[in-house]
Nanobody, 125 residues
Framework: QAQLVESGGGLVQTGGSLRLSCRASGFSNFDYYAIGWFRQAPGKEREGVSCISSSDATHYLDSVQGRFTISRDNAKKTVFLQMDSLKPEDTAVYFC??????????????????WGQGTQVTVSS
């Protein structure tokens, strides 16, 4: 059974860093999946933060561009989200999602088939 498990969340001060991991299991040909990171703050809709396509093209939400870096290790079936210069407005539950999709584009949020359970990121001011 395909499964995604996030880890690496926690409490950090403004300006600090965290590295989130999304480990996949039960996926065949993991390198053919686009992986997205999403976040949801209390009372807000879930939004896309970053994604990496099967061809390693990366995309970022404007507000995290230059602060967050997404990468993948297909041999370990893991995708990372390095988050630097964190701000209180980055506080949210972060989810990773996977969708089998070739090419350089990332799917829309509703097109992702597999989702993790989320990991809490809290940035204190």
């Amino acid at each position: 059974q395909a499964q995604l498990v996030e880890s690496g969340g926690g409490l950090v001060q403004t300006g600090g860093s965290l590295r989130l991991s999304c480990r996949a299991s039960g996926f065949s040909n993991f390198d053919y999946y686009a992986i997205g990171w999403f976040r949801q703050a209390p009372g807000k809709e879930r939004e896309g933060v970053s994604c990496i396509s099967s061809s390693d093209a990366t995309h970022y939400l404007d507000s995290v561009q230059g602060r967050f870096t997404i990468s993948r290790d297909n041999a370990k079936k893991t995708v990372f989200l390095q988050m630097d210069s964190l701000k209180p407005e980055d506080t949210a539950v972060y989810f990773c999602a996977a969708e089998r999709r070739g090419g350089s584009y990332c799917p829309a949020i509703l097109d992702y088939e597999y989702w993790g359970q989320g990991t809490q990121v809290t940035v204190s001011s």
